[in-house]
């Protein structure tokens, strides 16, 4: 199968190609090291990674499979149909697995320019090329266009509402989860209208490695092992339902290979918890790894201004994937962070170039007009 996978560079994107690829997926392997080529899980299976080197993309996520004979990147932009066109007729892709996005809220306060072009124009663009590439070659049945999208766009739940699932009406409140919610329509008029094979995917927040150090889960860790403040948004009382990004990918190859064109799959990690108690396990893991006193870091937690419309609950529902695809989320949250705690003490080649070039940790989505 050939499959063009559109943000590969980035956190999710990487974990998918990795494990569609056979590649051990994250055991820090440092971007020198040589890498032998592996072998596909599935031998047959080609990757053509679509990413336009952003800010969030790295090339050490991919390090593991980049001198693969079954892998190779094309720096374009979703968001310029002609160029998706020429790519997509050279490779003739089977399949699209959709990640490329702005994903961060914060930044979606700041500056949403950027959402609306990449999720939704991008979206669109895709489609029309996944659309016309399929059509070109009589493929329109076969082919499958699986776009990953989140629970943000279901809005925020109360403390006793049930979890989010596929029949949640769409309530998307950041500029984040409004674009997101927009390219899930779009997806979804292209199935009922052109016929193209989509599945939509719904997922829940990822942490593990190769998580930009933007994010909650990261930031912590980095800020923790320096020693630094940890901020907090409001009280901490905020909750979110925790999935491991390779747990997430399998979800995702899953929807691609057994997934019913038309059909959405909400897919969590059966893990809520209040933004607190994580900082809180991330303070006492690092405190253990670094031999420290247990309990000293979670003195660095300070409570800061809370983020602007911050929704208080996601959680999901993930019966209908694991009845119909089979897929469980096989990641224990206080196993999955101690790997992912170790993983960013084991891999400061990957983040330390990200801290001093391209984002050094400081707050981001206050929404001051700039
Ligand atoms: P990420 O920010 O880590 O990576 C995004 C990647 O997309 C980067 O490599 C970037 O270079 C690329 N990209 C951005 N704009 C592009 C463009 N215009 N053209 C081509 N490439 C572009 O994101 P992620 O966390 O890996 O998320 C992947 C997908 O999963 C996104 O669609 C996101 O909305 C969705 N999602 C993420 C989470 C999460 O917890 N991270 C949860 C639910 C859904
Ligand atoms: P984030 O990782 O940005 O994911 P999302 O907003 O998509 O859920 O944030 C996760 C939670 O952590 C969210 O409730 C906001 C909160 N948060 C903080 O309290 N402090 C921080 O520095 C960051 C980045 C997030």
């Known amino acids: 199968m050939k499959i063009a996978v559109t943000g590969g560079l980035g956190f999710i994107g990487s974990a998918v190609i990795r494990l569609l690829l056979g590649s051990s997926p994250s055991e820090g392997e440092g971007p020198h090291e040589p890498v032998e080529p592996v072998e596909p899980v599935d031998v047959r299976t080609r990757v053509m990674n679509i990413d336009k080197v952003t800010y969030a993309a790295t090339t050490g996520s991919v390090a593991s499979v980049a001198e693969s004979p079954f892998y190779h990147h094309v720096e374009i932009d979703i968001a310029d149909g002609p160029a998706l066109r020429d790519a997509f007729a050279r490779f003739e892709p089977d399949a699209v697995i959709h990640l490329a996005a702005e994903s961060h809220v ?48 279901f809005g ?30 779009f ?18 927040n990822n942490y593990g490695p190769f998580h930009f150090p933007e994010k909650l889960i ?24 925790w999935l491991y990004v ?39 893991q690092v405190d253990v790894e670094l031999g420290d006193e247990v309990g000293g870091r979670r003195e660095l937690i300070e409570f800061v201004a809370d983020r602007p419309g911050h929704d208080l609950r996601y959680a999901i529902d993930s019966a209908k994937i694991r009845r119909e695809l089979d897929w469980v ?42």
């Not at 306060?109 to 991008?122: E, K, L, S």
């Not at 997806?187 to 829940?204: D, F, K, M």
């Not at 390779?246 to 918890?273: F, K, M, Q």
Request: aromatic share 10%; net charge negative.
């Open 106 to 153: 914060d930044r979606s306060i700041d500056g949403p320019d950027a959402f609306v072009r990449t999720n939704v124009v991008g979206t669109y663009e895709l489609l029309q090329a996944a659309r016309f590439e399929a059509e070109r070659r009589n493929v329109l049945d076969s082919f499958r266009f699986v776009h990953v999208s989140t629970d943000e766009v």
């Open 156 to 185: 925020s739940l109360g403390l006793d509402d049930a979890p989010f699932d596929e029949t949640t009406a769409y309530d998307p409140r950041s500029p984040y989860s409004a674009s997101k919610a927009a390219s899930d329509h």
């Open 187 to 204: 997806v979804r008029a292209w199935h009922e209208t052109y016929g193209l094979p989509t599945i939509i995917t719904n997922c829940s």
């Open 218 to 241: 990261p930031l912590m860790i980095l800020k923790a092992v320096a020693g630094q403040p940890l901020p907090v948004y409001g009280r901490g009382d905020n909750i979110r339902d």
């Open 246 to 284: 390779e747990d997430h990918a399998r979800a995702i190859v899953s929807a691609l290979r057994r997934g019913e064109p038309g059909e959405t799959y909400a897919v969590g990690g059966n893990a809520e918890r209040t933004n607190l108690d994580v900082v809180q396990t991330i303070c006492d």
């Open 329 to 370: 989320p096989s990641t224990d949250f206080a196993d999955g962070l101690a790997r992912t705690v170790r993983w960013y003490l084991d891999s400061e080649w990957w983040w330390r170039p990200l801290l001093s070039e391209r984002y050094d940790g400081q707050r981001l989505g206050v929404a001051v007009a700039s």
